[in-house]
């Protein structure tokens, strides 16, 4: 599975940005897709996942501004973002899961895009 990110940027506070994940390869095992992002100096964490049923998932600090979806015809997922906060600042990863059973499963990661939200 290849992953290629895209639509990172530089915004202002209170703006909005539209980040693509668009996917390749092996796509038919994908089981469910996300974004993660990682700041300077902190860990990396979850942003929104969706699975291949569409069920979306946030982490607690975008829900109500970030909304994730899919183009099953273009093999590519969304992130929108609204009411950016200069907190929102990081590098944005796209993830790709392939669940085989339930202790195992194997992540692809995207090359990651810059966020910037300035105050």
């Known amino acids: 599975v290849q992953l290629q990110a895209s639509g990172g940027g530089l915004v202002q506070s209170g703006g909005s940005l539209r980040l693509a994940c668009a996917a390749s390869?092996?796509?038919?095992?994908?089981?469910?897709m996300g974004w993660y992002r990682q700041a300077l100096g902190k860990q990396r964490e979850l942003v929104a996942t969706?699975?291949?049923?569409?069920?979306?998932n946030y982490g607690d600090s975008v829900k109500g501004r970030f909304t994730m979806s899919r183009d099953n015809a273009k093999n590519t997922v969304y992130l929108q973002m609204n009411s950016l906060k200069p907190e929102d600042t990081a590098v944005y990863y796209c993830?790709?899961?392939?669940?085989?059973?339930?202790?195992?499963?194997?992540?692809?990661w995207g090359q990651g895009t810059q966020v910037t939200v300035s105050s």
């Open positions: 969706i699975t291949i049923g569409g069920s979306t």
């Open positions: 390869g092996s796509i038919f095992s994908i089981n469910a």
């Open positions: 993830n790709a899961r392939i669940i085989y059973s339930d202790i195992l499963s194997e992540d692809y």
